[in-house]
């Protein structure tokens, strides 16, 4: 069984940095590309970044490129997502999501990820 384990979340004034952690257990991580999405109070879930298999590709949404970097560290099975910058607009939700097919590179679609974890909360203050 697949867990996603999201840590690093908290409270932050605007200009702040965070960063948020997911460990994953249960299949082999170094096959997996992952995905970081954030979902604000009656917003829809959005893609924030994601990372490929072996950290060789890496995508950001628009909103977040030049603020946020996405990172993972294979031997330890944790994905990052460093937060600089922050903006009272970033306060969400964020999950961290695993790829569902092995060997694929990076995905903004939602529907490409199959597992997902419980999700932190980052609230920026003005």
């Known amino acids: 069984q697949v867990q996603l384990v999201e840590s690093g979340g908290g409270l932050v004034q605007a200009g702040g940095s965070l960063r948020l952690s997911c460990a994953a257990s249960?299949?082999?991580?170094?096959?997996?590309?992952m995905g970081w999405f954030r979902q604000a109070p009656g917003k829809e879930r959005e893609f924030v970044a994601s990372?490929?298999?072996?950290?060789?590709?890496?995508a950001l949404a628009d909103s977040v490129k030049g603020r946020f970097t996405i990172s993972r560290d294979n031997a330890k099975s944790t994905v990052y997502l460093q937060m600089n910058s922050l903006k009272p607009e970033d306060t969400a939700v964020y999950y961290c999501?695993?790829?569902?097919?092995?060997?694929?590179?990076?995905?903004?679609?939602?529907?490409?990820?199959?597992?997902w974890g419980q999700g932190t909360q980052v609230t920026v203050s003005s």
């Open positions: 999501a695993q790829r569902a097919l092995a060997w694929r590179g990076t995905t903004t679609t939602r529907g490409d990820y199959d597992y």
């Open positions: 249960g299949r082999t991580f170094s096959r997996y590309a």
């Open positions: 990372i490929s298999h072996n950290g060789g590709n890496t």
